[in-house]
């Protein structure tokens, strides 16, 4: 990273704090969820027949899934992993992400799997929610088929908009606030400068699963645990990138995920790479997608970004392409600089952990 993008990224920290300090929630603050309880580690499960002729295959997920979840707790059985994590009376959110369309969305076969470790840990169906922003969105990827009889699937807003100012599905005592708005809105009306949680969050769960898909994103990046919480669960996120050098993605998320009802209630992490992206994001351009063939977990999701950010920067460089944090615009990817930042900020906010020395990523391959 150059030198002029490092003292971008210390200024920006300074930032950060300061719009965390203006940020609004009633949620208890004594015990933040984040980084969890396993802070720095990573597993990483890798099985070669996972996906063949671009289909999920439910036996291989299952073990990937199952390998995942006891190696990240250390507990001696996948259901014992389960249940320390989870228990009877959680009402749970599945915050899925569906921006990548049918070709690049976590798989309803890792969705089952998730309910079955939620269900041996005491949390029924009834109370599981699978959530997202956008429900025309959601739909379109056809997640709603996804979900047992008595499964909840709820969304903020209806559909996505430029304006993104609706508070139907948002709660106005839960909002970060920071002084950017878009062009031409009034910065004296308050709700331009606050992105308000959705109520899914903060009145009708107490924790919620992530499940991001490894992918590169334009104005951050890439788009994995940190963006899938930030710009999957507030309202009023285009001012975050709203062209490619209007572009403040890198404080945007970190100070987003550091609200009290986000972070509490974040408890488990598990990135779908699978299939994933290294260019083109986040919509999922079929020249971009790559089949990993690995899952990822973590409670920690600033470690499992930067176990990320290298697996896509690998890619790119084994198909002749810079790095993120070097890369410029072309035809595919619009914004000047990627905003990889936000998450070394998220780490130096106690988000969880960015050092690599303290990154503990235990790899394993299922035959």
Not at 82 to 89: A, I, N, Q, V
Not at 232 to 239: D, S
Not at 345 to 364: N, S, T
């Amino acid at each position: 990273m150059t030198t002029t993008r490092r003292r971008l990224i210390v200024n920006s920290v300074a930032a950060a704090a300061a719009a965390a300090a203006n940020s609004q929630s009633r949620a208890a603050t004594s015990k933040p969820g984040l980084p969890g309880p396993f802070p720095g580690r990573v597993i990483a499960v890798e099985h070669p027949r996972s996906i063949l002729s671009n289909a999920y295959q439910a036996e291989p997920v299952r073990q990937m899934m199952q390998k995942g979840i006891s190696s990240l707790t250390g507990a001696p059985s996948w259901v014992d992993g389960w249940r320390s994590l989870f228990e009877k009376g959680d009402v749970v959110g599945v915050k899925v992400s569906p921006v990548g369309g049918k070709n690049l969305c976590s798989d309803g076969l890792v969705l089952q799997e998730v309910l079955a470790g939620l269900e041996q840990a005491g949390v029924p169906h009834k109370d599981v929610i699978v959530f997202n922003r956008y429900r025309e969105e959601t739909l379109a990827a056809g997640i709603d088929k996804w979900l047992p009889q008595g499964m909840r699937l709820e969304a903020a807003s209806p559909r996505y908009d430029e304006w993104q100012h609706d508070m139907g599905g948002y709660d106005a005592d839960h909002y970060m606030e920071m002084a950017l708005i878009k062009p031409g809105e009034d910065f004296n009306d308050v709700h331009m400068r606050r992105s308000y949680v959705a109520r899914v969050v903060t009145k009708q769960i107490n924790k919620f699963i992530n499940l991001p898909v490894l992918k590169h994103h334009q104005s951050a990046g890439v788009t994995i645990c940190l963006k899938n919480m930030s710009h999957g669960m507030v309202n009023n996120v285009n001012r975050s990138h709203t062209t490619p050098t209007l572009n403040a993605c890198g404080i945007f998320i970190p100070s987003v995920v550091s609200l009290p009802v986000i972070r509490e209630k974040a408890t488990l992490h598990i990135c779908d790479a699978v299939k994933a992206s290294f260019h083109g994001g986040p919509g999922g351009k079929a020249q971009y997608i790559w089949e990993h063939k690995t899952m990822y977990f973590a409670t920690d999701p600033v470690a499992l970004d930067k176990t990320g950010l290298k697996v896509i920067d690998a890619k790119r460089k084994q198909a002749g392409m810079l790095p993120l944090a070097l890369a410029k615009p072309d035809n595919d990817s619009h914004y000047l600089n990627s905003q990889i930042e936000h998450i070394e900020i998220a780490g130096m906010l106690g988000l969880g952990v960015f050092d690599d020395a303290k990154i503990d990523v235990q790899r394993f391959s299922l035959a």
